[in-house]
Nanobody, 118 residues
């Protein structure tokens, strides 16, 4: 069984920073792609950023230049450094990963709340 556990969410003022972490554990052969998604109240879940096992990254236009995604393959952990936070970044942030166990499956974390006050 594979688990993704997020941490690092919280309340921050506009302009502040937070760092989210997502740790994968369990019977993992290989983690191919990891990503962060977010869902604000009354809105659909949206992509924030993704990173491949080769460190190729992709960002939503709304976070480019402010957020940075990274991963530590040795620790099966992914990070999201969020700077210059805005109230519109308020959402539940979810970790997502495509993992070979050995066949490929998509896994989701339970989510962590990020609240940015104005």
């Amino acid at each position: 069984q594979v688990q993704l556990v997020e941490s690092g969410g919280g309340l921050v003022q506009a302009g502040g920073s937070l760092r989210l972490s997502c740790a994968a554990s369990g019977s993992i052969f290989s983690i191919k792609v990891m990503g962060w998604y977010r869902q604000a109240p009354g809105k659909q879940r949206e992509l924030v950023a993704t990173i491949t096992s080769g460190d190729t990254t992709n960002y939503a236009d709304s976070v480019k230049g402010r957020f940075s995604i990274s991963r530590d393959n040795a620790k099966n952990t992914m990070y999201l450094q969020m700077n210059s936070l805005k109230p519109e970044d308020t959402a539940v942030y979810y970790c997502n990963a495509f993992i070979l166990v050995p066949d490929g499956h998509v896994f989701w974390g339970q989510g962590t709340q990020v609240t940015v006050s104005s």
